[in-house]
Nanobody
Framework: QAQVVESGGGLVQPGGSLRLSCAPS????????VAWYRRPPGKEREWVAR????????TYAESVKGRFTISRDNAKNMVYLQMNALQPEDTAVYYC?????????WGQGTQVTVSS
């Protein structure tokens, strides 16, 4: 069964950095758009960043713009989310989503906790 697998979460102090990774299982990313979402505690899931499959266009939520960077390494078949200047409000479960209409895959998520 095809899926995506996230990794790289953890506990970090405010101002710190983490890099999340997303790997496909059972398919390759090269024809898919890939996005990151997050679900803060007690809140709805929200979109964080997206890299378009067609032209590589990247877009970010306003809350992370300038701090987070999404990238893809086609040679390694990986997508990353570099998160800098993390703040407590960035605490959430982060999910990777690969999409190519009408198909999409979600991972189980990786916990990111920003706390001193």
């Amino acid at each position: 069964q095809a899926q995506v697998v996230e990794s790289g979460g953890g506990l970090v102090q405010p101002g710190g950095s983490l890099r999340l990774s997303c790997a496909p299982s059972g398919f390759t990313f090269d024809s898919y758009g890939v996005a990151w979402y997050r679900r803060p505690p007690g809140k709805e899931r929200e979109w964080v960043a997206r890299i378009n499959r067609a032209d590589g266009t990247i877009t970010y939520a306003e809350s992370v713009k300038g701090r987070f960077t999404i990238s893809r390494d086609n040679a390694k078949n990986m997508v990353y989310l570099q998160m800098n200047a993390l703040q407590p409000e960035d605490t959430a479960v982060y999910y990777c989503n690969a999409y190519k209409w009408p198909t999409e895959y979600w991972g189980q998520g990786t916990q990111v906790t920003v706390s001193s």
